[in-house]
């Protein structure tokens, strides 16, 4: 007799949903997934087939904005273990004391273009750190260069907008991005990183990377001190220069992202020692620039070791973990605080409220997101939360279910005197370390220098734009801004006469 039971399980169509059963959204058992439901044989396909439409709708929704900037990277998991005790500066969790392990999320970048983007291209790198504290969530947001562009957030978005493809033909113009740069004096230390072999790595393991800004340590006095933090790569740092970005390119251009998981994937852990640079508020006065300016390194300032950061583990996936992640320099912990540095406060402000936008209010609910501590407060709802509270108490102060404060987690107490203005910083001192890192550069690095950056600034076509920028790297160092003028076959008369003026 026909025993209808035993033939749905003689085809491994079992009713009850296993292990690997495919489903829908719903959890449904899906009965087909290679033929769409259709009248008849020959008739059109049907509004009910629901999982054929499911799936159409997820497809289409498969992409969310990318990084308006820094769009292209990839991701590593790994630890950050004290190599000192730093509690005589701050009372920061991951520098308690020696051997103090906190886990960590790196994400590496190029800055400029878009996600599928060749690695190849000249950019700064991004460097961005999450330490995974005891006192909740730490970013180290920093690049692989010291110093940056500008030095006031309200250029950030005109800057980024000369950097990136012509609103016109979505193509990158270097008469865009000296017709801005030649109005910003302040980025030519950053210009000379940018354009030596700096500017295109070997790999990510291969670079250095730094927090660029001064912040501020906190420790359990109150006292401050101004710091900066330096990564240095034990793999060394190492370059492409013009003609390996060549060769690279055509070869594979996902040589950084292909390199990151190659090594970890085989158990080469990539590992960075962590540097600080300390001065107290006494000393911001001593130097001949403005320390609290990001266009400038902190020269002869002596660096102390504070621990070793190793990667040993690549994401499960990228979508879920890498591109979801979401690094921002206001998630700072007691003991670190922003320095008056105002690129830096633009920035407080800029990365949170661009991922409220890029992945919804509830974003630092997302597994690599979470901070590894409970997270407790009274933000609620909103677009895709699972973790409101299970309390009828969603206010504060309240008796039936007092919270407590931490109060060395207060702001720290800072003097202030002055007179609310709009002015340029002073002490701008736009040159001087520029012409040194171009002094320091050996031969052949300098050469690579006047070949990269004179490929760019011979395509400029407004002579007055040129000039002024010769003028710069000319004021920078003679022979610096001599052998890009001889280069692009500039007017030497003109670059010394602008030179002067500035
Ligand atoms: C990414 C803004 C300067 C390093 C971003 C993003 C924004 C932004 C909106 C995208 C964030 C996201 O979608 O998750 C700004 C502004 C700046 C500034 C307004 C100046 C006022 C800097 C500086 C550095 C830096 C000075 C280095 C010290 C990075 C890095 C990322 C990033 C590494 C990528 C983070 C990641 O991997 O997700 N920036 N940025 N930025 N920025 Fe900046």
Request: hydrophobic fraction near 35%; aromatic fraction near 8%; charged fraction near 20%.
């Amino acid at each position: 007799m026909f025993n209808k039971s035993a033939l749905v399980l003689a085809l491994g169509l079992s009713l009850t949903v296993q292990a690997n059963t495919l489903t829908r959204d719903n959890g449904a058992p899906v009965g087909d997934n290679q033929n769409s439901t259709t009248a008849g044989a020959n008739g059109s396909v049907l509004l009910q087939d629901v999982h054929l439409i499911q799936k159409l709708q997820r497809f289409a929704r498969e992409r969310i904005p990318e990084r308006v900037v820094h769009a292209r990277g990839t991701g590593a998991h790994g630890e950050f273990v004290a190599s000192d005790d730093l509690s005589d500066l701050t009372i920061a969790a991951p520098f308690a004391n020696q051997g103090k392990t906190t886990p960590v999320f790196v994400r590496f970048s190029t800055v400029i273009h878009g996600n599928h983007s060749p690695e190849t291209l000249r950019d700064p790198r991004g460097f961005a750190v999450k330490f995974y504290s005891d006192q909740g969530n730490w970013d180290l947001v920093g690049n692989n260069l010291p110093v940056f562009f500008i030095r006031d957030a309200i250029k950030f978005p005109d800057m980024v907008h000369s950097l990136k493809p012509s609103p016109v033909d979505n193509m990158q113009d270097p008469n865009r991005v000296f017709d801005f740069m030649s109005h910003e004096p302040g980025s030519t230390q950053m210009l000379t990183f940018v354009y030596s072999d700096l500017g295109t790595p070997a790999s990510y393991r291969e670079m250095d990377g730094f927090g660029v800004h001064a912040y501020k340590f906190i420790n359990n006095q109150g006292q401050v001190h101004y710091v900066k933090f330096n990564w240095k790569s034990q793999q060394g740092v190492k370059s492409l220069d013009a003609d390996k970005v060549t060769k690279t390119q055509g070869m594979d251009f996902n040589h950084l992202t292909r390199d990151l998981y190659q090594n970890i994937n085989a158990g080469n852990n990539p590992k960075w020692d962590l540097f600080v640079q300390v001065i107290t508020p006494d000393q911001l006065d001593d130097f001949d620039f403005n320390p609290l300016d990001a266009t400038k390194t902190w020269p002869g300032v002596k660096e102390r070791k504070v621990g070793t950061m190793t990667l040993n583990r690549m994401p499960d996936n990228f979508f879920e973990e890498t591109e979801q992640s979401a690094f921002a320099p206001a998630n700072l912990i007691p003991g670190i605080e922003p320095s008056e540095d105002r690129l830096l406060q633009g920035r407080i402000f800029s990365y949170a409220d661009t991922q409220l936008y890029r992945l919804g209010v509830n974003h630092s609910q997302l597994p690599i997101n979470k901070a590894k501590v409970m997270v407790d407060n009274h933000n609620q709802d909103g677009a895709m939360n699972f973790g409101n509270s299970k309390s009828n108490v969603n206010y504060e102060p309240s008796r039936v279910e007092p919270k407590a404060v931490v109060t060395a987690a207060r702001a720290v107490e800072t003097r202030l005197d002055g007179t609310v203005m709009q002015k340029a910083i002073s002490k701008q001192d736009n040159f001087s370390q520029a012409g040194a890192l171009y002094r320091s550069f050996d031969k052949q690095q300098q050469a690579n220098l006047i070949r990269n950056l004179s490929g760019d600034l011979g395509a400029v076509k407004d002579s007055a734009i040129k000039h002024k920028m010769l003028a710069h790297f000319y004021k920078a160092d003679t022979d610096y801004g001599s052998r890009l003028t001889k280069a692009v076959n500039g007017d030497m008369k003109q670059v010394q006469q602008i030179a002067k003026s500035l």
